[in-house]
């Protein structure tokens, strides 16, 4: 008896580890799914980015539960390997100005009457990083010497973000933030708040940009004005 006893136990609780193995795995999927889904990027980049990043942090937690010092151990490996190895950031052909801060973003946005696009990023966050080929390639297609396209760091310039309204924060559901300028002021702006400060879901896919913004109405207007300053 004490022996089947001794068995079942063994049986059970090596069960009862594997179902709360399976659980765990089962939530980390869930949390990965749904933060992509409210970053408002669903390619399977983005979520083969957002498990690895959410994987690594459940492993530290797991880590410090078993052992303290193997979860400082983890964690200085974890970091290491961020700074070595970062994120894969886009590096083709683009038409886009960089901000260094927020008083580069406001004296260009004073000194002149053009149209701007301005991009509110960070370059840890997977959405932006899923983002930044389309904006790009959409600075390409639509730049002109009046309309033009910038990013800021708002991870970097926290300032940028604070001023306006951008949350830069790990949890944010504003990142990537894009607005339009036209002569300094602000016209639209995606992802946008509906009447009770509530984000409205965007995915910041190339049709939706160029249907969010108008961009084809938007690019044909500032031709027609550099026709007419030309005359």
């Not at 690594?56 to 937690?61: C, F, S, Y």
């Not at 886009?96 to 966050?125: M, S």
């Not at 409205?200 to 939706?208: D, L």
Request: net charge positive; with cysteine.
């Amino acid at each position: 008896m004490t022996l089947v006893y001794a068995v079942s136990k063994s049986h059970y609780e090596k069960k009862k580890k594997n179902l709360q193995r399976n659980g765990n795995t089962i939530l980390l999927i869930i949390v990965i799914a749904m933060r992509t889904r409210k970053a408002g990027s669903v390619s399977m980049v983005n979520y083969l980015s957002s498990s690895f990043i959410y994987s690594k942090v459940a492993n530290l937690i797991l880590w410090f539960n078993l052992d303290f010092l193997m979860g400082i151990v983890y964690g200085i490996i974890f970091i290491l390997g961020a700074l070595v190895l970062p994120e894969p950031t886009y590096s083709g052909p683009d038409n886009v100005i960089y901000f260094r801060g927020l008083q580069d973003l406001d004296e260009e946005l004073a000194k002149n009457k053009n149209t701007w696009l301005v991009a509110f990023y960070a370059v840890w966050n997977p959405a932006c990083v899923t983002f930044a080929p389309i904006f790009a390639k959409l600075s390409c297609e639509y730049n002109l010497s009046n309309l033009k396209f910038g990013k800021v760091d708002v991870g970097r310039y926290p300032e940028a973000g604070k001023k306006y309204h951008v949350d830069s924060g790990s949890l944010s559901r504003q990142l990537p933030t894009i607005i339009l300028f036209q002569e300094g002021k602000e016209v639209i702006r995606r992802p946008m708040a509906d009447s009770k400060g509530k984000l409205i879901k965007f995915v910041f896919s190339e049709e939706n940009i160029q249907k969010g913004f108008a961009l084809n109405g938007l690019y044909q207007n500032c031709k027609k004005s550099i026709k007419k300053q030309d005359r």
